[in-house]
Nanobody
């Protein structure tokens, strides 16, 4: 199993920036990609973006051009840099690890980190 800890959430005004961190531990050798997700009350979890072990990234259309996913040199920490935040970005943000098997997550869905964007 992979253990994941998210941090960096908080309250920010619209147009501001925030940087989230996700630290992975455990069987990190199994990880082929990392993903950032978010969820608001009454909605299902939404994929924000992913980064592969090779460094390739993909983003949801709603955050494209504003959010950037990066990885530490040690590859055990993934970041989500969020710029030009909008109120609709308000959500609990989660990270998870993926194996090479499509649709498989390696970690449990934890408490995430709350991001609140005010108008």
């Amino acid at each position: 199993q992979v253990q994941l800890v998210e941090s960096g959430g908080g309250l920010v005004q619209a147009g501001g920036s925030l940087r989230l961190s996700c630290v992975a531990s455990g069987s990190i050798f199994e990880i082929s990609a990392m993903g950032w997700y978010r969820r608001t009350p009454g909605k299902q979890r939404e994929l924000v973006g992913t980064i592969t072990s090779g460094g390739s990234t993909n983003y949801a259309d709603s955050v494209k051009g504003r959010f950037t996913i990066s990885r530490s040199s040690a590859k055990n920490t993934v970041y989500l840099q969020m710029n030009n935040l909008k109120p609709e970005d308000t959500a609990v943000y989660y990270c998870n690890a993926h194996s090479r098997t499509p649709g498989t997550v390696l970690g449990s869905w934890g408490q995430g980190t709350q991001v609140t964007v005010s108008s």
